[in-house]
């Protein structure tokens, strides 16, 4: 069993660019929710994607989009970098028919903007 | 809206002492309540998780958590710490779909030998 992996590692990019993270989920998972967190805070969710459309969104303005593809990875794209955007960005997999099933988290992608 | 504290920031136990971490949560209905640990360069594990019957749910590692509706508490136990428990704590609250879980800010345990 493949367990939830990410990609870049760790990025650095300046005010005003474009960066896109990516996430394949754990094998048989459908749902692939992604969460920001910055130094010294919790998690704060982003938003979910199921069946390759966008099932909820947190309080992340227009410029966080994502995707989902046939085979339930993902990609968070983030769109005019600014400095506050300096976080680690997790990704989750889930089943969507399981209530309150487990969140496999993966290690996540350390973005640092510049 | 819903929203989760957890109130000590930093706790320090001796090894093999008892731990207890403390969660509050605000929610407008019955919640589902989820601790996660989190080691250094790692992604979060999910620890245990409540949503209904038994107010005291027993978890991986050796930890359990309590229930408490009428205090709005979820709080975290273990009897005895072992050095490897050393991580930091996240309580989560959520509804059906996991994957809309709000996180508090997590608490950082150190294990002394």
């Known amino acids: 069993e493949t367990g939830v992996t990410q990609s870049p590692t760790h990025l650095i990019k300046t005010r005003g660019q474009q960066v896109t993270l990516r996430c394949s989920s754990q094998?048989?998972?459908?749902?692939v929710s992604w969460y920001q967190q910055a130094l010294g805070q919790g998690p704060q969710f982003i938003f979910q994607?199921?069946?390759?459309?966008?099932?909820g969104r947190g309080n992340f303005p227009p410029r966080f989009s994502g995707l989902q593809f046939p085979n339930y990875s993902s990609e968070l794209n983030v769109n005019a970098l600014e400095l506050d955007d300096s976080a680690l960005y997790l990704c989750?997999?889930?089943?969507?028919?399981?209530?309150?099933?487990?969140?496999?988290f993966g290690e996540g992608s350390r973005l640092t903007v510049l | 809206a819903q929203s989760v504290t957890q109130p000590d920031i930093h706790i320090t136990v001796s090894e093999g002492a008892s731990l207890e971490l403390r969660c509050n949560y605000s929610?407008?209905?019955?919640?589902?309540l989820f601790w996660y640990v989190q080691s250094p360069g790692q992604g979060l594990q999910l620890l245990l998780k409540?949503?209904?019957?038994?107010?005291l749910v027993q978890g991986i590692k050796g930890f359990e958590a309590e229930f408490k509706r009428s205090q709005s508490s979820f709080n975290l136990r273990k009897p005895s710490v072992h050095w490897s428990d050393a991580a930091e704590y996240f309580c989560?609250?959520?509804?059906?779909?996991?994957?809309?879980?709000?996180f508090g800010d997590g608490t950082t345990l150190t294990v002394k030998p």
């Open positions: 094998s048989g998972h459908n749902t």
């Open positions: 989750a997999s889930s089943f969507w028919e399981v209530a309150a099933g487990e969140l496999f």
């Open positions: 929610y407008g209905a019955t919640p589902y």
């Open positions: 989560a609250v959520g509804a059906t779909n996991a994957g809309k879980s709000t």
């Open positions: 994607y199921y069946r390759e459309e966008e099932n």
């Open positions: 409540y949503f209904s019957g038994d107010t």
